[in-house]
Each structure stands twice: as structure tokens, then as C-alpha cells.
């Protein structure tokens, strides 16, 4: 089982429109959790961290739940500048980042 | 003003060939990795160091050598690529070596096609 594991997508998304996704990780230790974006050829960017009670910057919503170990992430109100990668980050020991896979998002007039 | 920059942005090569590429970050962080992003869009940690020491060396062949000659400089030799080499290598930098939820800033990366 991967480390951290999330659905490909591409969740195509009318502009506008609300989208969540989650994240599974398997590792109980990890200690932080992370949202990175990645558009097309580009590096990933932070987009913001995950907290235990939940986090909200603008129209993006992210939640941690420990219990069963997935993180989510909620994108409200869809721009088309929102079609990206979003990847999902754990941290654990020693500053080492594991990244999933990445959700394609396409949003669409 | 780059924070993180990397050279060369494309790289393309002959299998069996040794080739370099560079990291620089002007951001004062004391902390910089190598990941390597494949076909399949994994990014997957390479190596780590945290003030010129190595702090993180995951499962790389011995091909791949890092190399810091001061904390603003990542280095990353490669000798002897192969095929299975081909994809965007990302350096990336961070203010802490394990201490908090900090953030890593990523270079534009470079592309590297081995043929």
C-alpha cells in the first residue's frame, strides 16, 4: 500500500461549482499534513497546511481526520485558474515529505 | 529575484553519460533536497542536507552523487545515465532540517531525457 494515496481524477469541474477530495495515508506517525499545487510543468507550490481541527484560506477547505487517517480538500466557488495538480504531502521525521500521486483538477467555463 | 533556481532547465543526453545539475537558493535556508518527478508524476525524495551535511538519503543508486560546497548550493552528479534516468529533477529548499511545519520551496526543475 502506498504511503499516501489519492484519486488521479481528472475531476472535471464546471466554473463555479464546489469539488472536495481526499488523501489516504498510512502511516499513524506522520506528523503534518500539507496541500501542494502543481500546475502543468511548473514546481509544486504550497497551497496550504492541513490542521487537526480543520483550516480554511479563502475558498479552499482543508480537514484532517486521524481517526481514519485521510485528509480532504474542498474548492469552492471554481475558477478556471484552479485547473491544476493538487497534491497531497505528509511529513514525517527528519523534515521528509511524501507526496501522493496528485488529483487533476480541470475547471470548465 | 529566484529564490530556488536550478540549471540547466532541459537536459538531454546519451545513455552511459555523466552529467551535473546545479541548485542554488538565495532565501537563507539551511535545508535543500533532490526529488525526482517520473512519468508518472510521483515526486519522490532523493536526498536531503541540512547545512552541507546529508541528512536524508533515500534508495538512489550510487550513480546519483549530491554534492554541497555551502548551504546555498545543491549539486547533483550523475554518472553513468540510463534510460530509466529520464525525468524532471526538482530542488527544493526549506528553513529547518526537521523541526516544525515548514515550508519547502521548489526550484522550476530540470528535465532530463536520457536517450
Known amino acids: 500500500r502506498k504511503e499516501v494515496e489519492q484519486d488521479p481524477g481528472p475531476f472535471n469541474v464546471p466554473e463555479g461549482a464546489t469539488v472536495a477530495f481526499n488523501c489516504t495515508y498510512s502511516?499513524?506517525?506522520?506528523?503534518?499534513f500539507f496541500w501542494y499545487r502543481q500546475d502543468c510543468r511548473k514546481e509544486p507550490k504550497l497551497l496550504m497546511s492541513?490542521?487537526?481541527s480543520g483550516n480554511e484560506d479563502g475558498r479552499f477547505t482543508a480537514q484532517l481526520n486521524r481517526a481514519s487517517q485521510y485528509i480532504s480538500l474542498l474548492i469552492r466557488d471554481s475558477k478556471l485558474s484552479d485547473s491544476a495538480t493538487y497534491l497531497c504531502?505528509?511529513?514525517?521525521?527528519?523534515?521528509?515529505?511524501?507526496f501522493g500521486g496528485g488529483t487533476r483538477v480541470l475547471v470548465k467555463p | 529575484d529566484t529564490a530556488v533556481s536550478q540549471t540547466p532547465k532541459y537536459l538531454v543526453t546519451q545513455m552511459g553519460n555523466d552529467k551535473s545539475i546545479k541548485c542554488e537558493q538565495n532565501?537563507?535556508?539551511?535545508?535543500m533536497y533532490w526529488y525526482k518527478q517520473d512519468s508518472k508524476k510521483f515526486l519522490k525524495i532523493m536526498f536531503s542536507?541540512?547545512?552541507?551535511?546529508?541528512?536524508i538519503n533515500e534508495t538512489v543508486p550510487n550513480r546519483f552523487s549530491p554534492k554541497s560546497p555551502d548551504k546555498a548550493h545543491l549539486n547533483l552528479h550523475i554518472n553513468s545515465l540510463e534510460l530509466g534516468d529520464s525525468a524532471v529533477y526538482f530542488c527544493?529548499?526549506?528553513?529547518?532540517?526537521?523541526?516544525?511545519?515548514?515550508?519547502?520551496?521548489f526550484g522550476p526543475g530540470t528535465r532530463l531525457t536520457v536517450l
Open positions: 527544493a529548499s526549506s528553513t529547518s532540517g526537521g523541526v516544525g511545519p515548514d515550508t519547502q520551496y
Open positions: 502511516n499513524s506517525a506522520s506528523q503534518s
Open positions: 492541513v490542521y487537526s
Open positions: 504531502v505528509h511529513k514525517a521525521a527528519g523534515n521528509k515529505l511524501t
Open positions: 532565501l537563507g535556508h539551511d535545508t
Open positions: 542536507y541540512n547545512n552541507k551535511e546529508l541528512i
